[in-house]
Structure formats: C-alpha cells, structure tokens
Nanobody, 113 residues
C-alpha cells in the first residue's frame, strides 16, 4: 500500500521559511504527479502546488512566487519550500498522490508573531 509521511512543519514568524518533506513508499514514485494541499482552521482543503512526473509545476495564486515544489525521485521524496510565510499560510499541510488517492498524515505549519 502507498504510504506518505510528511515532516518539516513547525512554528515560524511571518516572513520566515520552512521546508516540508514527504517521503513515499509502496509506489513507483517517479511516474506519478505529487501534490501539496493545506487545510486552515475552519476552511476547506485547498490545493497548494502540484508537480508532475516531468517536473512541470503548478501553484495556487496565493503562494506563487513564495513556494516551490520539487521532487527527488531517487529519494522518493517531494518537497515544499515555503518562503516569506504569512499568517494566512497557517494550516495543516498534506502530501498527496492524486492518482492513488493517497494522503499523508499532515504536518502543522503555524505562522505567527
């Protein structure tokens, strides 16, 4: 079975940076698109970024220019580099493989002074 495990969340001040990691197992990682979602308190889950197998990337408008999604196929890992963080970025961030309908357990990101 596919397992996705996120790490790297934490508390950061506005303007700070975090790098999230998601390591996959139980799948042929390199051929599938991977995505990061987030869910803020009281809000619906939203798609943050997607990276396709050919390394094409797509970002939500509210993170474009601040966040970078990348992948290391040799390590079965997808990353989300988050720079210039804002309080509205506070959410639980989830790694997903949309093709498998698989989700990680989530990692909390809190942006606060």
């Amino acid at each position: 079975q596919v397992q996705l495990v996120e790490s790297g969340g934490g508390l950061v001040q506005p303007g700070g940076s975090l790098r999230l990691s998601c390591t996959a197992s139980g799948m042929i990682f390199s051929i599938y698109a991977m995505a990061w979602y987030r869910q803020a308190p009281g809000k619906q889950r939203e798609l943050v970024a997607t990276i396709f197998s050919g390394n094409t990337t797509v970002y939500a408008d509210n993170v474009k220019g601040r966040f970078t999604i990348s992948r290391d196929n040799a390590m079965n890992t997808v990353y989300l580099q988050m720079n210039n963080l804002k309080p509205e970025d506070t959410a639980v961030y989830y790694c997903s493989c949309p093709s498998h309908g698989s989700w990680g357990q989530g990692t909390q990101v809190t942006v606060s002074s």
